[in-house]
């Protein structure tokens, strides 16, 4: 701090024309450092008077405080300043995003339906071969036609799961949404599967969530689904759905008891086009399920993952708000 008594005795000012007379008739004055967060000294908060004084202690503490709040209030400012360009260049990037979304989903839909027009009339004409009595009376002739046939279904399903992915946040319709019947839903549709596999799904006392009933059931579905397919071949399918409360919201886990999943590859298989593999190299599918199902999870706020199960296997988890009720 500089206290000056009297400034019209002291060398230093005696001539200044602030206290001579010409501008003013300073006589006393004092003044504290302001003193920024990283030590640099952006200025000083001063105090005048035109009859002498001396800065008792508790006055120059008091002078102290004041350029220390000076200070705060400048940081404040900036801090703020900082805060609405950063507001600023969320909001735009938010929007940018939000049209390149748009884009995205109008230019999949476009591909898709310029791709399904060729494609139904490659599966029309594969069917229409494999009726024909040529085609039927020569092996290689029928297997070449039903390997056309699975093909352009394979690439029918690609098409679907392409476009499900880029419409995956576009609009919830947000409800209170009963998982275990959900769960249900997903089980029935996946009979066909599920009993060729002898496989057995479980699940049971499953909460109320809010969600979307139409995306959760997406989620549910490719998560149950890859349980029961990607158990090795030899194995029964178990697999186990259950719930658990964390604060404001459910974690749900659909675990299984296949082969698992190695912990360096748990990130990357949400990624899109991702694939995970076995034994006997990568698992069958489009690697875009995982990719889906995480975006749909993070679209209402949740989190997905996944852990090691107790015996081996994968256990898949997400998390979904409690319902409202």
Same mark, same amino acid.
């Given at each position: 701090?500089?206290?000056?008594p009297d400034?019209?005795?002291?060398e230093?000012f005696? @001539?200044?024309?602030?206290? #001579?007379?010409?501008?003013?008739?300073?006589?006393?004055?004092?003044?504290?450092? %302001?003193?920024?967060?990283?030590?640099t000294v952006?200025g000083?908060l001063?105090?005048f008077?035109?009859q002498?004084?001396e800065?008792?202690?508790? /006055?120059?503490?008091?002078?102290?405080?004041?350029?220390e709040?000076?200070?705060?209030?400048?940081? =404040?400012? =900036?801090?703020? /300043?900082?805060?609405?360009?950063?507001l600023?260049?969320l909001?735009?990037? /938010?929007?940018?995003l939000?049209?390149?979304?748009?884009?995205?989903?109008?230019?999949?839909?476009?591909v898709s339906h310029?791709?399904r &027009?060729?494609?139904? +009339?490659v599966?029309?004409?594969s069917?229409?071969?494999l009726?024909?009595?040529?085609?039927?009376?020569?092996p290689? @002739?029928?297997?070449?036609? /039903? +390997?056309?046939?699975?093909?352009?279904?394979? %690439?029918a399903d =690609?098409i679907d799961?392409?476009?499900?992915?880029?419409r995956?946040?576009?609009?919830?319709d947000? @409800?209170?949404?009963?998982?275990?019947?959900v769960?249900g839903?997903v089980?029935?549709? =996946?009979?066909p599967a599920?009993?060729a596999?002898?496989?057995?799904?479980e699940?049971s006392?499953?909460p109320?969530?809010?969600a979307?009933?139409?995306?959760?059931?997406?989620?549910?579905?490719?998560?149950?689904?890859?349980?029961?397919?990607f158990?090795?071949?030899r194995?029964?399918p178990?697999v186990?759905? #259950?719930?658990?409360?964390e604060?404001?919201?459910?974690?749900?886990?659909?675990?299984?008891?296949?082969?698992?999943? @190695?912990?360096?590859?748990?990130? &990357?298989v949400?990624?899109?086009y991702?694939?995970g #593999?076995?034994?006997d190299?990568?698992?069958?599918g489009?690697g875009?399920g995982l990719?889906?199902?995480?975006?749909?999870?993070?679209?209402h706020?949740g989190q997905?993952?996944?852990?090691?199960?107790?015996?081996?296997?994968?256990?898949?988890?997400f998390?979904?708000p409690?319902?409202t009720?």
């Amino acid at each position: 701090m500089v206290v000056v008594p009297d400034a019209s005795v002291d060398e230093r000012f005696l @001539a200044n024309p602030f206290v #001579t007379g010409e501008l003013a008739r300073v006589k006393f004055y004092a003044s504290a450092p %302001m003193v920024s967060p990283d030590g640099t000294v952006i200025g000083r908060l001063c105090v005048f008077d035109d009859q002498p004084h001396e800065l008792t202690g508790q /006055r120059a503490r008091v002078l102290h405080v004041l350029a220390e709040r000076v200070v705060d209030v400048l940081e =404040l400012r =900036l801090r703020s /300043r900082q805060l609405e360009r950063s507001l600023a260049e969320l909001t735009e990037t /938010r929007d940018q995003l939000h049209r390149s979304n748009e884009l995205l989903a109008l230019f999949a839909g476009q591909v898709s339906h310029d791709l399904r &027009s060729p494609l139904t +009339a490659v599966l029309a004409n594969s069917e229409l071969l494999l009726d024909e009595p040529a085609v039927r009376d020569d092996p290689s @002739a029928a297997e070449l036609a /039903r +390997a056309c046939v699975s093909a352009g279904q394979r %690439m029918a399903d =690609l098409i679907d799961s392409i476009l499900a992915f880029t419409r995956v946040g576009a609009s919830l319709d947000l @409800a209170d949404v009963d998982v275990q019947g959900v769960l249900g839903q997903v089980v029935a549709d =996946l009979a066909p599967a599920i009993d060729a596999r002898g496989a057995k799904v479980e699940g049971s006392g499953l909460p109320t969530v809010r969600a979307d009933p139409n995306q959760l059931y997406a989620v549910l579905l490719n998560l149950v689904s890859n349980a029961v397919k990607f158990v090795p071949a030899r194995t029964i399918p178990l697999v186990a759905v #259950t719930a658990e409360r964390e604060g404001p919201a459910w974690r749900i886990t659909v675990t299984d008891n296949g082969a698992g999943i @190695a912990s360096d590859l748990r990130s &990357s298989v949400f990624g899109l086009y991702a694939r995970g #593999t076995q034994a006997d190299g990568p698992l069958d599918g489009s690697g875009i399920g995982l990719a889906t199902a995480r975006r749909i999870v993070e679209a209402h706020g949740g989190q997905m993952g996944i852990d090691a199960a107790a015996d081996g296997g994968a256990a898949v988890w997400f998390t979904l708000p409690a319902a409202t009720g």
